[in-house]
């Protein structure tokens, strides 16, 4: 309820084209929060423009487009990143689709906003944050739970010393949808060419940023992974396929400033 005795709007806001890749479980989370932001940000700093979005499958990039509003459909993202009036390239697709779409939009002057995690390993983030960091434009990898208020609280509960010297960082991220009972098939998400990894990357990501973000850099690590259900079937049918990537992981770090930590996905 304070929020709507802030501040309020002095100036009309630009407004900022939108161009989305991917229009499935992040494509419309994205969309929905650009929706919203005009008014639950307020005042805004900038007003998004739904000017494209971009999927695999023609009939529901237009569907998605028709259903969220967006001005244009794609499936080819470097048709997408021609279009001029997209200023802030969103990638929420696949992780293997994260590097080179996001290095294009960078080098075409876009701001970019990426999903994590970032790439599917370091030596691709490196390089997109190499070319990140030459290009004037804000870059950001899409760590949600930064902006949660629990966690708004808790880091300023810390910078502010109310909690004292900070020993010991615990953070578990459970998600059991891939457990047998559930029958998940054999998604990119379990796929090591299309996602890096398994929990690691898809939950141990955004604990691995809240670490570093509530504690600091970490500076060893100890851990294992282990992959429990090591075949499952296609999602499209025809048999089963491996899985090359983590089911879950474990480890134990030290932080460089003498805190210790535990992480589990
Ligand atoms: N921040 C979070 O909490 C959170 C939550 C879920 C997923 N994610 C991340 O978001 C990303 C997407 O996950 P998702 O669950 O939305 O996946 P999804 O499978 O639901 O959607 C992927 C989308 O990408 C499109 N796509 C795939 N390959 C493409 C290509 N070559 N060209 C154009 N479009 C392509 C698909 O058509 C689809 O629309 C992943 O990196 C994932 O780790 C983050």
Redesign the pocket.
Known sequence: FTTMTGEKVRSEAPEIGVGM???????K?HTNAYKTIPYMIYPPPAIPKLVGI????ES??AEAARRYGYENYY???RKMLENDKIQLFDN????D??PEPCITALQAGKHVIC???MARNAKEARKMLEVAQKASVKHMV????RFLPAICQAKKLIESGALGQIYHFRAQYLQEWIMPHYGTPR???LDKES?GSGAL??LG??IIDLGRFLIGEMKSVSAVTRTFIEERLLPEGGGTAKVDVDDAFVATVEFENGAIGTLEA
């Not at 929420?92 to 992780?95: A, C, K, Y």
């Open positions: 890749l991917g229009y499935a479980f992040m494509g989370a971009c999927g695999l499958v529901e990039a499936t080819d993202w929420g697709g696949p992780n689709i994260h999903e994590k995690p899409a760590f949600n739970y998604i990119w998400r996602a990357g898809d990501a955004h």
